[in-house]
């Protein structure tokens, strides 16, 4: 079965810095990775997708991720930061293989202060 | 609308009582999750349809939790003699395809006193 590690629960940062949030992953057979992003009192949200192709992947708000097979990561990054991006983020992976549970992480919470 | 609805947005109520949640998928959406969120934890997988059948019900914690999809659209998450444990937020998504991201509603609240 597969599993996501968030290892940082939370991350602060100021605003205008670069920030990354780091997820690992687990699965014995080919994946589909997500980040969600969670406002406060809100639903989850697609930040981006890697299904295949390129392993830089470009999604909303300025962020990107990067599939790294050989490591087993999905890190998320964003290079400069700002107040409205404080928020809950999860990593998710999902077994290519027809429909599949989404599993995800426990996610870490970013904190942006001026 | 255009997402996914779930109502209650909030329910609360008594240990044993009896609860019903409810979820309308996006229109056209074959495959609708469960989750159920806990605070400060990710969401947990509950269970799945494809179409009117339980594609995969292993992450229902019990037997007092079920979940039914009759027509293939609206889904209700019945919870019986509900535990104080049981409080959280249960997610509902939709995926139109295999390969789909999964879109969520905003979440039914529960809370038991």
């Known amino acids: 079965a597969q599993s996501v590690t968030q290892l940082d629960s939370q991350v602060p940062v100021f605003e205008e810095a670069p920030v990354e949030l780091r997820c690992n992953y687990s699965?014995?057979?080919?994946?589909?990775l997500f980040w969600y992003v969670q406002y406060p009192n809100q639903g989850l949200q697609l930040l981006l997708k890697y299904l295949s192709g390129s392993t830089l992947v470009k999604g909303i708000n300025g962020f990107e991720a990067e599939f790294n097979k050989s490591q087993t990561s999905f890190h998320l990054r964003k290079p400069s930061v700002h107040i409205s991006d404080t928020a809950e983020y999860f990593c998710?992976?999902?077994?290519?293989?027809?429909?599949?549970?989404?599993?995800f992480g426990t996610g870490t919470r970013l904190l942006v202060s001026p | 609308g255009a997402g996914v609805s779930q109502t209650p947005s909030n329910k609360v109520t008594e240990k044993g009582k009896y609860v019903e949640l409810r979820c309308d998928p996006i229109s056209g959406h074959t495959a609708l999750y469960w989750y159920r969120q806990s605070l400060g934890q990710g969401p947990e997988f509950l269970i799945y349809f494809q179409g009117t059948g339980a594609a995969d019900d292993s992450g229902l914690p019990n037997d007092r939790f079920f979940a039914v999809r009759p027509e293939g659209s609206v889904s209700t998450l019945k919870i019986q003699r509900t535990e104080r444990g049981d409080s959280a937020m249960y997610l509902c998504?939709?995926?139109?395809?295999?390969?789909?991201?999964?879109?969520f509603g905003e979440g039914s609240r529960l809370t038991v006193l």
């Open positions: 998710a992976v999902r077994e290519n293989t027809g429909f599949q549970k989404l599993v």
């Open positions: 998504a939709s995926s139109e395809r295999e390969a789909g991201e999964l879109f």
């Open positions: 699965s014995s057979v080919s994946v589909y």
